[in-house]
């Protein structure tokens, strides 16, 4: 029989930390907690396996699973010696979600359960605190309501407030016994008006309704989108933990908290966190109250004056940081963990590998291995490749001239301006239309998850470092400000209000949120450097990796970041980005428009010159590197003219009338121009442009190489070949190009000649293709595309669905599609080796920056990748995790 409950706390521990992906990450860690002796309230959990029960089910639970939860209240009751459902001395439970990866604020939680009519009144009297009581039993109709019942959250939050006002209060603490009391009347009377039944008094059923619930909510909206976000397999599920309540909300002796055992934004070693007095865990994640800081230190460098946890509760903060120390050395990782204190009693309800900025995690990595509590290598693999694109952006310019409207606590660091919006559909509809936006709210939920995700920054009024804006926003590596509390927004009227200042939607806004300023407009910004932990861990990573690392790029200035960023030279030119440039698209036009020969060769003397500056000015950059530029690639209609002055410009330099023009541009028509006349076929057809650019790349080199003395190593692609006597023939032409300007310069330089595999037939053939082709570069954009029969620029439209529908695993133009693109590849690669054994073989497409695709590369056994400027390091450190986790 298939056994899903597994017990932890008062010396019993069914699992340990190695077991998340049965009883997934708070599980687990709640287990292993237990077992080193740490403070841990009871319970057990329901295990992921499960989780695909409940949807094969229907949502039914069999009556073996019933049995188990049985046994796992009675170990609860053991421990504590309350009863399930006891009027006098009630045990009240939650019940929270528990993935095995982290999912912060995505799933549903539901605390203080067992609670109704008369176990509240039990709970008063046993407690001898009945304000904590009923406080506790409003707290559960409301969670219960939305949760649960899926009930409208904002009708029991008027309530509240409607009652608060009523006595004059601003906080929720300052509700007496009474109030809450007549409170929890009116409450059950919204469930019933609402839900069109009583609010469940049978505890069992509440117990079962909230895991249902939980269980029910790995499949909601947001969950969906966070696992799309962040590659979580649905096919995961959720564990579900029922643990002993312990209580922070039992007056001045008791508190919650969320900490962190080092800073989470900027990586130093000292503790970091937030708590509040009075209070359950929801009021500080929530950002209903603001929180407290959790050393006399960060409060004294925030200025602010409500007493720290290490000045209000010293005693229990010394604990509290012993097991900071304890917990950081055991996962000798960053900890980012949930307490709660009840009366002086510290509890630990929640440990797990803290979330973290690129900058935090690039120090916290570097600082632990110099500290010998992880090896390099471990360090290596710590540091997430996408999160580096954090660091690879400009920061605002420190003299940059900027109007601060407000400031507010500085949770993600960045920064970003864009158009104000208030509304998460709002962001998500303008930043697809390509508008950069800033998210403002009063507070986030996760509901506003693809907002967060399109928009630049975000920007809340209430909320701490803790808070569920800050949280995800860090992980998303999004710039965020929150308890920015000066703010007034009316989110229905789409303005705030600031010292008597305006910001409409639209309006341009600046956050930083490293400083915490919100700024009107849009302020300067400056380069990042890339130093000190950056530098360090790059080196470390470049002493493993395998893989080589170039750049797509065919500027000067790209080419220079990419020096900067530590490419290996470059795995991509596309020559055409070059032929677009405004001082020469007349002569490209005369050349394409011509009827002959020699009018073409006519044009291309023009464009040489201008060829062999491009090709001299990235040579020189990129002086003693591997340098592979792409011959004339796109289909010549890109080019054509179509506004009557292009026409007549062209006419003129080419000394014909503009309808002869015009016909000879309508004999260039193509249906379908990207499996048209383009690429090779372009050479084989009008050898002379091949000719014109392979000459100007020689003589740029040779110049290049007499100038420098380090000389340059091009590699010269033919781009869309599908046959070995298409790249022989056009192998002919740059070879003779060559030993011409070889023979003029009287000298001569190293260079290769080879191929793009772009075509299905190229891969399969690649064999015969090598007895002609120096290298292949994979152009896995293409490949993709000629594959799988779909074209990139309209798949938008619908490879949402067939990821979401588990169509495909991921998008195939974002990571390489393994088991169709990907076996293409392995083919060719082992047919080109088999023909010629030191054949040299790279990726150029975009996938060349993606840690998946990287990985596959090294497993194929690929020499180089080729990423954008800007995902070089990504690409360095993705390349170096790969040759680790294949050994």
């Known amino acids: 029989m298939t056994q899903y409950v597994y017990r932890f706390g008062g010396g019993v521990s069914d699992g340990g930390k190695g077991d998340k992906n049965l009883l997934g990450g708070k599980g687990a860690n709640l287990a292993e907690m237990a077992s080193i002796g740490l403070p841990v309230p009871p319970g057990f959990t329901i295990s992921t396996d499960f989780c695909a029960v409940y949807y094969d089910e229907g949502g039914q639970f069999p009556q073996g699973l019933r049995d188990e939860v049985a046994t796992g209240l009675a170990h609860i009751e053991g421990v504590t010696g309350k009863m399930f459902g006891d009027a006098a001395d009630p045990l009240l439970v939650s019940v929270r979600s528990g993935a095995r990866a982290s999912m912060p604020g995505m799933m549903d939680t539901v605390l203080n359960l067992g609670l109704n009519d008369e176990t509240v009144e039990g709970l008063a009297a046993k407690s001898e605190d009945a304000r904590f009581a009923w406080d ?47 409170l929890v ?18 505890v069992h059923d509440q117990l079962w309704g909230a895991v249902g619930a939980v269980f029910g909510s790995w499949q909601s909206e947001r969950a969906k989108v966070y696992r799309r976000l962040n590659d979580i397999p649905a096919s995961w599920g959720t564990a579900v933990n029922i643990q002993a309540m312990v209580f922070g909300n039992m007056g001045d ?108 995690a690039l120090k916290i990595a570097v600082d632990m291995a110099n500290e010998g509590l992880i090896t390099r290598e471990e360090a290596i693999l710590r540091v997430e490749p996408m999160a580096l694109d954090q660091l690879l952006h400009p920061t605002l310019d420190p003299n940059a001239k900027r109007d601060v409207l407000t400031k507010g606590l500085p949770a993600s660091p960045g920064a970003a301006s ?60 999004r710039p965020c ?110 050349m394409i428009l011509a009827s002959d020969e020699k009018g073409r060769r006519a044009a291309l003397e023009k464009l040489l010159p201008e060829q062999r500056k491009d090709f001299t000015e990235i040579l020189e950059v990129m002086a003693g590197l591997p340098v592979t530029i792409r011959l004339l690639d796109p289909p010549l209609h890109e080019f054509l003219p179509h506004e009557e002055s292009e026409f007549a410009e062209v006419a003129t330099a080419a000394g014909i009338d503009v309808d002869t023009l015009k016909r000879r541009a309508a004999e260039l028509h193509e249906f379908n121009p990207m499996l048209g006349h383009r690429g090779c076929r372009l050479g084989v057809t009008y050898p002379e442009i091949y000719e014109m650019q392979a000459r100007a790349i020689f003589e740029a080199a040779v110049d290049v190489a007499e100038k420098s003395g380090a000389a340059p190593i091009p590699e010269v692609m033919i781009p869309l070949v599908a046959t070995r006597r298409e790249l022989e023939l056009m192998k002919a032409v740059v070879d003779k190009a060559a030993q011409a300007v070889f023979a003029d310069k009287g000298r001569t330089i190293e260079y290769l000649v080879g191929t793009m595999i772009e075509l299905p037939r190229a891969a399969l053939r690649a064999g015969e293709i090598a007895e002609v ?8 954009n293409d490949l993709t595309q000629t594959t799988l029969g779909v074209s990139r620029d309209d798949a938008a439209r619908f490879l949402g669905a067939y990821v979401e529908q588990g169509i495909y695993a991921k998008d195939p133009f974002v990571s390489i599609d393994v088991e169709g693109v990907g076996e293409l590849i392995e083919i060719a690669a082992e047919r080109g080796r088999k023909t010629r054994s030191g054949i040299k073989l790279g990726i ?30 990504i690409a360095r450190l993705a390349a170096a995790q790969a040759a680790l986790n294949k050994q």
């Open 253 to 360: 002796t008791s508190a919650t908290g969320v900490a962190f055992t080092r800073d989470p934004s900027k990586g130093d070693r000292a503790y970091y966190g937030e708590f509040l007095i009075n209070a359950q865990g929801e009021d500080v994640v929530a950002g209903i109250r603001t929180p407290q800081y959790l050393t006399k230190v960060a409060r004294e460098d925030a200025g602010a004056k409500a007493a720290s946890m290490e000045e209000a509760m010293p005693e229990v903060y010394g604990q509290l940081a012993g097991v900071f120390d304890t917990l950081e050395n055991h996962y000798r990782d960053m900890q980012d963990i949930e307490f709660t204190v009840e009366k002086t009693k510290l509890w630990m309800l929640q440990t797990r590998a803290g979330k973290r900025t690129a900058k935090a």
């Open 136 to 182: 506790s039993y409003r707290r559960f109709i409301q969670m219960y309501a939305d949760v649960v019942l899926e009930l409208d959250h904002g009708a029991f939050e008027e309530a509240l407030e409607i009652a608060k006002e009523d006595q004059g209060f601003t906080l929720d603490t300052e509700l007496s016994a009474d109030d809450l009391r007549a």
């Open 773 to 780: 082709g120096e290298f292949f570069s994979f152009g896995t």
């Open 418 to 477: 864009g158009a104000v919006v208030f509304d998460a559909d709002a962001a998500e509809k303008k930043a697809a239309d390509g508008v950069a936006v800033i998210l403002v709210r009063t507070e986030t939920s996760p509901d506003d998850i693809h907002g967060m995700h399109a928009a630049r920054g975000i920007l809340t009024a209430r909320g701490g470092m803790t808070s569920h804006a800050a949280v995800v926003a860090r992980g998303m590596g």
């Open 481 to 590: 400000v929150s308890g920015a509390g000066t703010l007034s927004i009316d989110t229905k009227a789409k303005i705030m209000r600031c010292g008597g200042r305006e910001v409409k939607e639209g309006d341009l806004l600046t956050i930083d949120g490293s400083t915490g300023e919100v700024m009107i407009g849009a302020v300067a910004t400056v380069q990042p450097e890339l130093s000190g932990d950056f530098g360090t861990l790059m080196t470390w990573a470049d002493e493993v990796r395998r893989l080589k690392v170039r750049a797509n790029a065919e500027t000067p200035e790209d080419c220079r970041v990419a020096r900067e960023f530590g490419a290996e030279g470059v795995g991509l030119c596309r020559t055409e980005h070059m032929f677009f440039e405004s001082s020469r698209i007349t002569n490209v036009r005369q």
């Open 844 to 873: 150029c497409g975009e996938h060349g920056g993606d840690p998946a695709s990287i990985a596959f590369c090294e497993k194929v056994g690929l020499d180089y990748v080729s990423a954008s400027p800007y995902r070089v390091p």
């Open 185 to 202: 009347t009116e409450y059950k009377g919204l469930v019933e008006k609402l839900w069109g039944k009583p609010f469940p008094q049978d």
